[in-house]
């Protein structure tokens, strides 16, 4: 006993899987009348128009420029209380906890946050400016586009017609 791909399988109570159904419509498609390219053509066309790409990484990228806006000012303060707090002992080996704890700590919050600010600062400064541009070798295609079909226009009007 033969089945058809689109109908549950009846022994073992399965349903057809999205995939077999997908299979069904293009062996369907494909002996209908019309050319299976343009139905081809427009499930495409359908399938892009109903596309929707978020971007995840925005917002993401917004809290890291924010790190990185906060995170030097949060080690510039550690440093300074950790100058502050160093300034009041007479020794030196009291001092070196602060300079570790502090200072260090501090510095390197300062650098990370400096490279988080930059990087994506400029990431999205570039970004700008490629799609600028990208619209503008646009619309500069678009004036030569035209420009030719002028001068084409124009060379087919200059042309004595045969009769």
Same mark, same amino acid.
């Given at each position: 006993?033969?089945?058809?791909? #689109?109908?549950?399988?009846?022994?073992?109570?399965?349903?057809?899987?999205?995939? #077999?159904?997908?299979?069904?419509?293009?062996?369907?498609?494909?002996?209908?009348?019309?050319?299976?390219?343009?139905?081809?053509?427009? !499930?495409?066309?359908?399938?892009?128009?109903?596309?929707?790409?978020?971007?995840?990484?925005?917002?993401?990228? &917004?809290?890291?420029? &924010?790190?990185?806006?906060?995170?030097?000012?949060?080690?510039?303060?550690?440093?300074?209380?950790?100058?502050? !707090?160093?300034?009041?002992?007479?020794?030196?080996?009291?001092?070196?906890?602060?300079?570790?704890?502090?200072?260090?700590?501090?510095?390197?919050?300062?650098?990370?946050?400096?490279?988080?600010?930059?990087?994506?600062?400029?990431?999205?400064?570039?970004?700008?400016?490629?799609?600028?541009?990208?619209?503008?070798?646009?619309?500069?295609?678009?004036?030569?586009?035209?420009?030719?079909?002028?001068?084409?226009?124009?060379? !087919?009007?200059?042309?004595?017609?045969?009769?």
């Amino acid at each position: 006993m033969t089945q058809h791909r #689109d109908q549950p399988d009846q022994d073992k109570g399965e349903l057809a899987t999205p995939e #077999d159904q997908q299979i069904s419509t293009e062996a369907s498609s494909s002996s209908s009348s019309s050319p299976p390219s343009s139905g081809a053509a427009a !499930r495409l066309g359908a399938g892009v128009a109903e596309l929707h790409v978020p971007e995840p990484s925005a917002d993401l990228e &917004r809290a890291l420029l &924010r790190l990185g806006t906060v995170l030097p000012v949060v080690g510039l303060l550690v440093m300074g209380v950790a100058w502050y !707090r160093a300034s009041g002992t007479g020794y030196d080996a009291e001092q070196i906890p602060y300079l570790i704890s502090g200072g260090l700590v501090g510095l390197g919050w300062v650098l990370i946050g400096l490279g988080l600010f930059l990087r994506y600062s400029l990431t999205r400064l570039l970004r700008f400016g490629v799609a600028r541009m990208v619209h503008e070798q646009q619309a500069q295609a678009d004036r030569m586009v035209e420009a030719i079909a002028r001068l084409e226009q124009a060379i !087919r009007d200059a042309e004595p017609t045969a009769s």
